[in-house]
Every structure is written in structure tokens, then in C-alpha cells.
T-cell receptor
Framework: QKEVEQDPGPLSVPEGAIVSLNCTYS??????FMWYRQYSRKGPELLMY????GNKEDGRFTAQVDKSSKYISLFIRDSQPSDSATYLC?????????FGTGTSLTVIP | SAVISQKPSRDICQRGTSLTIQCQVD?????MFWYRQQPGQSLTLIAT?????????ESGFVIDKFPISRPNLTFSTLTVSNMSPEDSSIYLC????????????FGPGTRLTVT
């Protein structure tokens, strides 16, 4: 079993839609949860950081962690064409740190 | 946040040769990381480079194949040695942020093709 599982998509939505991106992880000891956004031919950029459970909101983005089900989500409200990118979840604890494979998102104008 | 630059941005190399990738950070950081990213796959950590000590390599990666230097707190290099077509990939460096490895800032990557 992989440490982090992420549906690769691709996901295609119309502009203005609410987008839900999800990952599952295997180790209940993981405490740190991140979402990175990667535009084509660019390096990943940190989008959201969450420690332990709960929600965190930043503008149109909301990160959600459910430790009971080992499930992490990123919601994008009012999606824009500029949100078209690959989104990678990441999690870990101690010296362990793992990325998901990324979900490719296209927002159609 | 840190700004990371990498050189070269891309290269095409012949098998059996070596390529050194440079990574520059605009601020002093303790930890830098080197990753490999292949299409459709997650980022794979090659090694963690701390200034003043030997790099720590992940399982499946060895120093003879991927020697790393970390001469100061703002710079690191990764060499891909004796290349084969299987080494064709994107190589990314990153630097830690305020939350250590849980807040990383990435360079734009080096796209390597080995023929």
C-alpha cells in the first residue's frame, strides 16, 4: 500500500465550479498535511499547510483533514482558468514525508 | 518564502556522461532537498542535503550515482553520473521553510533527456 494515494484525474470543470481534490494516506501517525500546486513546466508551490485535523481556509481554497478516515481534501470555490494545474497532496511526520502523484485540473472558460 | 533557481533548465546528454545541476536559494537555509519527478508519478526524494555534513540518501539512491555538494547555506549541486536513458527525468531541488521539510520551496526543475 502506498503511503499516499491520489486520483490522477484528469479533472475538467467549467469556470466558476467548485472543485474537490482528495487524497488518502496510510499512516495514522501522519500529522502534517500540505497541498502543492504545480503549473506545467514549473516546480511545485506550497498552497496550503495544515497541522492535525480540521479545516483551513485561504481565499477560495479550503483544506480539510479527516484523521479518523485518513482522508485529506482541497476545495476550490469559484474556480478560474488560472487554477488549471496539477495539485499534489503531501503528508508526513518526523522525518517521513510523502507526496501524492498529483491530480491534473483544467478549468474551462 | 524562499526563491529557488536552478541551472540548467534543460539538457540533452549522451549515455555514459555526467551532468551537474546547480541550485541557488536567495536566503540561508539548513535543509535542501533533491527530487526526481517522472511523468505521471509522484515526486521521489533522492537525498537531503544539510550544510556541513554528508547528504542523506533515500533507499534506491547512492552517492556514487548522485553525488551531492552543499558548500554553504544557499547553494547545492546534484550530479547525475554515468547516465543512462533511465535517468531521463525532471530533477527538482527545494529548500526548507519555517516549518522545515513540511514547508518546501521548489526550484523550476531541470529537464534531463539522456540519449
Amino acid at each position: 500500500q502506498k503511503e499516499v494515494e491520489q486520483d490522477p484525474g484528469p479533472l475538467s470543470v467549467p469556470e466558476g465550479a467548485i472543485v474537490s481534490l482528495n487524497c488518502t494516506y496510510s499512516n495514522s501517525a501522519f500529522q502534517y498535511f500540505m497541498w502543492y500546486r504545480q503549473y506545467s513546466r514549473k516546480g511545485p508551490e506550497l498552497l496550503m499547510y495544515t497541522y492535525s485535523s480540521g479545516n483551513k481556509e485561504d481565499g477560495r481554497f479550503t483544506a480539510q483533514v479527516d484523521k479518523s478516515s485518513k482522508y485529506i481534501s482541497l476545495f476550490i470555490r469559484d474556480s478560474q482558468p488560472s487554477d488549471s494545474a496539477t495539485y499534489l497532496c503531501a503528508t508526513g511526520a518526523g522525518n517521513q514525508f510523502y507526496f501524492g502523484t498529483g491530480t491534473s485540473l483544467t478549468v474551462i472558460p | 518564502s524562499a526563491v529557488i533557481s536552478q541551472k540548467p533548465s534543460r539538457d540533452i546528454c549522451q549515455r555514459g556522461t555526467s551532468l551537474t545541476i546547480q541550485c541557488q536559494v536567495d536566503s540561508q537555509v539548513t535543509m535542501m532537498f533533491w527530487y526526481r519527478q517522472q511523468p505521471g508519478q509522484s515526486l521521489t526524494l533522492i537525498a537531503t542535503a544539510n550544510q556541513g555534513s554528508e547528504a542523506t540518501y533515500e533507499s534506491g539512491f547512492v552517492i556514487d550515482k548522485f553525488p551531492i555538494s552543499r558548500p554553504n547555506l544557499t547553494f547545492s549541486t546534484l550530479t547525475v553520473s554515468n547516465m543512462s536513458p533511465e535517468d531521463s527525468s525532471i530533477y527538482l531541488c527545494s529548500a526548507e521553510g519555517g516549518r522545515g521539510r513540511y514547508e518546501q520551496y521548489f526550484g523550476p526543475g531541470t529537464r534531463l533527456t539522456v540519449t
